[in-house]
């Protein structure tokens, strides 16, 4: 059967989906997206999954994707990130039987992305990208969608997607912000270039930002013209925002535990999950926060849960009439609602500081670290300064390693082949030649083996270049030679 592509891909194989949960790295696992199935979410994707790991690790395939076949969770689409096309394809072709189709990122802003080159850090190599897209289109047996950032230039983003949509993309999701508008400097979603990229290519597209509740997927849907509206943060704080709803946070705690019973997963997405759902009544009882931050069993968890759970009841049994939401809050804390990310200076206000630069650390401030053009220091390195005062972050004082001739890794600084002792055990083994830097005697070893045979037998012992029949156990030798 031929796969499908463009709009009868998303009329057949995606159901029309409308409602889409968007992939979140340790946030949209199997457990929370059968969650959001269950209150409206039509389609998911798994989180970003990377895809040279995702090609030499079994284990990472079984945790992330093999181990996880569950019937209701479908469509479901898997994304990768990756910057090599053959890496990208063979991932895909490992996956392809457990999704619906193969999504690229394209998308992702975060310093990790930078330092790995993937994700948005991607969007300037068109044509490294066009043959990633033409080598997946070409070999996969279902069809290859991306996820995408603007360029600030309306023009610039739609011959973008016109290009991804030339080179085989059957699905574009379009983040309508650009790869700096992150954490407190995200801002606002610019829609107008997401409806630009609408009526420019003739594939499906999903948008995605300003989404907190169903009134905005639904505004967002008549403004631009899209398919389907994608959340993240809107989905984490109400996984019901699809079905309109506002229902009781632990009323979504308890059902989601629950899931996790069944479909387990690692302690910090549980964790990570409730501090989303519990973030408002978490500002209200410090304590449980911290409760909550420490505990290292599912059951402990499920006992904070249970605690918040009591002390919201008892709130709502001593609550005067006509009492209303504090803070600024549409409701009151135990109910799912938006959380608002608060900008630079409202950020500062928080950390009560003054200087807007220096109220905004974080992850920016960091980042900003890691480009050379701060001179704060994170806390971890902070603590590595105090242990050794002289120690200095300067990349340019780092020493510069010898690299080894045949794979580019640190070579030995004793090596006679000038390599790696990885490269250097292949190539002395190879040639039955000694390497005293690496401690490798393969030479040596081998010419006492023949010398025992000789006392042995009483047979003269034949030189080295002279192989026959001294042949006869050599691989065994040289291999505990190695292994020494």
């Known amino acids: 059967m031929p796969k499908l592509r463009g709009e009868a891909f998303w009329r057949e194989t995606l159901r029309s989906a409308h409602y889409v949960v968007a992939p979140m790295v340790d946030q949209s696992e199997l457990a929370w997206r059968l969650l959001s199935r269950r209150h409206g979410a039509q389609l998911c994707y798994t989180p970003m999954l990377h895809a040279q790991v995702f090609l030499r690790d079994a284990n990472y395939r ?3 994707l093999y181990g996880e076949a569950c019937p209701e969770d479908r469509p479901l689409i898997v994304q990768f990130c990756a910057n090599d096309p053959e890496v990208f394809v063979q991932a895909a072709l490992l996956a392809q039987d457990y999704c619906d189709a193969i999504d690229l990122n394209l998308g992702c802003p975060q310093m990790i992305a930078k330092r790995g080159h993937y994700g948005a850090f991607l969007q300037e190599e068109w044509d490294l990208l066009q043959r990633m897209i033409l080598l997946a289109n070409e070999k996969l047996s279902v069809p290859i969608t991306c996820k995408i950032r603007v360029f600030p230039d309306i023009d610039k983003t739609v011959k973008y997607a016109q290009m991804l949509e030339k080179a085989g993309c059957q699905l574009l999701t379009v983040h309508g912000r650009t790869k700096e508008q992150k954490g407190p400097l995200a801002g606002v979603a610019s829609w107008e270039h997401i409806q630009a990229v609408r009526k420019a290519v003739n594939i499906p597209v999903f948008a995605n930002g300003n989404i907190q509740c169903l009134s905005d ?31 009781l946070v632990w009323e979504m705690a308890e059902e989601y535990l629950e899931i996790v019973r ?52 008892e709130e709502i049994a001593n609550q005067k ?52 053009n701060s001179e704060l220091l994170s806390k971890n390195k902070q603590k590595k300064k105090l242990r050794n005062p002289n120690k200095s972050f300067d990349p340019s004082l780092k020493p510069k390693y010898a690299k080894c001739d045949q794979c580019g890794n640190p070579k030995g600084n004793k090596c006679v082949f000038n390599m790696c002792r990885g490269c250097c055990k292949k190539r002395a083994f190879k040639e039955t030649a000694d390497c005293p830097g690496h401690g490798l005697l393969f030479k040596t070893k081998y010419e006492k083996s023949l010398s025992w045979q000789h006392s042995q037998r009483g047979i003269q012992t034949p030189e080295i270049s002279q192989r026959g029949g001294a042949e006869v156990g050599k691989t065994a030798v040289l291999k505990e030679a190695g292994d020494s």
Request: hydrophobic letters at 30%; aromatic letters at 6%; glycine letters at 10%.
């Open 62 to 64: 079984r945790e992330n």
């Open 217 to 247: 997927v639904e505004e967002c849907i008549r403004k631009t013209g899209v398919h389907g509206v994608m959340s993240a943060e809107g989905n984490l704080h109400n996984p019901a925002l699809f079905e309109g709803r506002n229902p």
């Open 262 to 313: 069944k479909y387990p997963c690692p302690l910090s997405y549980v964790r990570a999950h409730l501090f989303k759902l519990w973030h408002h009544t978490l500002q209200v009882h410090q304590q449980l926060r911290e409760e909550l931050a420490k505990v290292k069993t599912l059951e402990g968890i499920v006992d904070v849960n249970r605690e918040l759970k009591l002390r919201c009841q």
């Open 321 to 372: 009439e006509g009492e209303k939401p504090k803070e600024g809050l549409p409701f009151f804390h135990w109910i799912c609602q938006p959380y608002i990310r608060p900008g630079p200076k409202e950020r500062c206000r928080e950390n009560g500081d003054s200087g807007t630069e220096k109220g905004v650390r974080g992850k920016r401030a960091l980042e900003e670290e890691e480009d050379g």
